[in-house]
């Protein structure tokens, strides 16, 4: 299954985005999206999340380092599957939170729902993938 890449190729993504499995085990899965997420685009997100779920990875981060737009749809997939993992006792985490995704996040008051964190936070650099564990 893996890489995973939806990009504007696939009938289900819109022209401008993509979303990439970059990593997985059994329990932990590194997902990449790029672009603009909305209504026309949701779905797919939606979907992956789920199927990482579904395949018993109750861990999993979510790079949204080059998101560009965020729209509420997106914003309602991603609190509907961190409530799942939650339940299943996991987790969604979503990482290299640019300023502005954080205030879109402040706004709708999501900050203190999702668990988010900085590129700095989790320690590595554009290009480098660091390990999925939750220590990383």
């Not at 209504?39 to 949204?64: I, M, P, Q, S």
Request: hydrophobic share 45%; proline share 3%; with cysteine.
């Amino acid at each position: 299954m893996l890489p995973r890449i939806y990009t504007a190729s696939d009938t289900s993504t819109s022209a401008h985005a993509s979303l990439t499995t970059v990593r997985q085990d059994r329990s932990h899965a590194l997902l990449r999206a790029v672009g603009e997420w909305d209504l026309a685009n949701a779905d797919v997100l939606g979907e992956l999340l789920e199927e990482h779920e579904k395949a018993g990875r109750r861990f999993v981060r979510l790079d949204v380092g080059a998101v560009s737009f965020l729209d509420c749809t997106c914003l309602d997939v991603l609190v509907t599957a961190h409530q799942r993992l939650l339940a299943a006792q996991g987790m969604l985490v979503l990482t290299d939170v640019t300023p502005r995704l954080m205030r879109l996040l402040r706004l709708a008051r999501l900050d203190r729902v999702l668990f988010t964190t900085g590129l700095t936070d989790v320690g590595s650099r554009p290009g480098q993938v660091q390990p999925i564990g939750l220590s990383a």
